[in-house]
């Protein structure tokens, strides 16, 4: 089955920008959808943004104008470019792909901490 690895976590102050990778071990062209989702401590996951197999992308309401997917099928990569963040985007931010060959896949997480 083929693996999803997110990076780019760390600790940024309010206002800060970052961008987190999801890199698949094997082509992100098998996932028909792929997404980033957050989960805060003691709250549920939630889905932040997704782009398609035809680069359409939706965005939650709470990082409209402010986060970016994007994907790059030569690198087999899938970004999430985080601008203008707020301390209530603290969280375990997870990539997640849907393939009809392996279903859900869910990568290990990685900690973004917005604090001063």
């Known amino acids: 089955q083929v693996q999803l690895v997110e990076s780019g976590g760390d600790l940024v102050q309010p206002g800060g920008s970052l961008r987190l990778s999801c890199v698949a071990s094997?082509?992100?062209?098998?996932?028909?959808?792929m997404g980033w989702y957050r989960q805060a401590p003691g709250k549920q996951r939630d889905l932040v943004a997704t782009?398609?197999?035809?680069?359409?992308?939706t965005y939650a309401d709470f990082v409209k104008g402010r986060f970016t997917i994007s994907r790059d099928t030569a690198k087999n990569t899938v970004y999430l470019q985080m601008n203008n963040l707020k301390a209530e985007d603290t969280g375990v931010y997870y990539c997640?792909?849907?393939?009809?060959?392996?279903?859900?896949?869910w990568g290990q997480g990685t900690q973004v901490t917005v604090s001063s």
């Open positions: 782009v398609s197999r035809s680069d359409s992308t």
């Open positions: 094997g082509s992100i062209g098998r996932f028909y959808t």
């Open positions: 997640r792909g849907v393939s009809t060959y392996d279903g859900l896949v």
